[in-house]
């Protein structure tokens, strides 16, 4: 089936989700072991309060008239974390399929409140780094690596999503010099993917830093490869990621600040189909999203 946000009939962008592990966090003092929210879908309290965000999160797209794409909590929930979580590979992989069904009760429930007419839901999968995002790992993993930590979870998806057409997206976190972690240039990630993939994602994001930075990053891109960018999610600090790993203190940024840096983002990627938070973000920051794409 097309995604709906990437056919022409769609008038403007679908939103993502905010960065709902540093809310869960920093707002309701919940600690997340490395900073996973899956280990949350065994605890019925806490099971309740994700599904009242994504409901947060389906208002707001809802109330400009878009679609909104929700992830499933699965960010850290392949093989590799099973351990450091302190769960079986066995059980982790029933937290990944609790994390698909919780998504698919809530597009179920508000689609039923809607009778259909609402903007649509998407559901996203998400499979997070091997390791930690920040920590430099590209001499170290290897191919086979990747591959051998993936397998349960990933390879066989999709061996499946090319067997039924399911689409991929692969979104980069960047530093605050518009590079990945290591050196490699934005242009350069998408085009390794691409020719190792013959082009099979459906397009790429960038996410995890401020969208001014994005938009740095973005100036740099030739247009071939910005067009394969159709996701932004930004941080709502200008802060690198080493100082917003080392703070004990949530930095919500400047709300103007934030939404001018996706004006400069859209100003280089006036096609871009998926907009929304990553660290730092909640319903104000995608509320101004929203407002800010808003089209009468």
Sequence with gaps: ?????????????FL?????????????NIALPCFSSTPLLEDPAATALITTYYKAYIAIARSRNTGVI????????????????????AKLMQLNRDAVGLAKRV????????????????????????????????ASVSVDDARAGYREQALAVVELAREVGLPVA?????????????????????????????G???????????????????????????SRIALIRGNSSLKSHE???NSATLDRGDLPVFVSGFAEVLGCLPGVRVLGGCCGTDEEHLGAIAEFIAVD
């Excluded at 089936?1 to 962008?13: A, G």
């Excluded at 099979?200 to 071939?224: K, S």
């Design 200 to 226: 099979y994602a459906a397009y790429f994001g960038v996410n995890c830093a401020h969208p001014i930075r994005i938009a740095e990053a973005l100036r740099r891109v030739p247009g071939d490869v910005a």
């Design 170 to 198: 692969v979104s980069f976190t960047i530093e605050s010099d518009g590079c990945l972690l290591g050196g490699r240039t934005l242009e350069g990630a998408i085009r390794a993917v691409d020719e190792a993939t013959q």
């Design 243 to 245: 100082e917003l790993d």
């Design 16 to 28: 993502s989700e905010c960065g709902l592990e540093t809310t869960l966090v920093y707002k309701h």
């Design 70 to 89: 929700l992830e499933t909590r699965t960010w850290r929930a392949s093989a590799p974390w099973a351990e450091p979580l302190g769960y079986t590979v």
């Design 107 to 138: 597009k179920q429930e508000e689609e039923e409140e809607e009778s259909g007419s609402g903007a649509p839901i998407l559901i996203s999968g998400a499979l997070g780094p091997l390791r930690d995002a920040y920590e430099d790992t590209s």
């Design 1 to 13: 089936m097309p995604l709906p946000h990437l056919q022409p009939s769609s008038r403007k962008p």
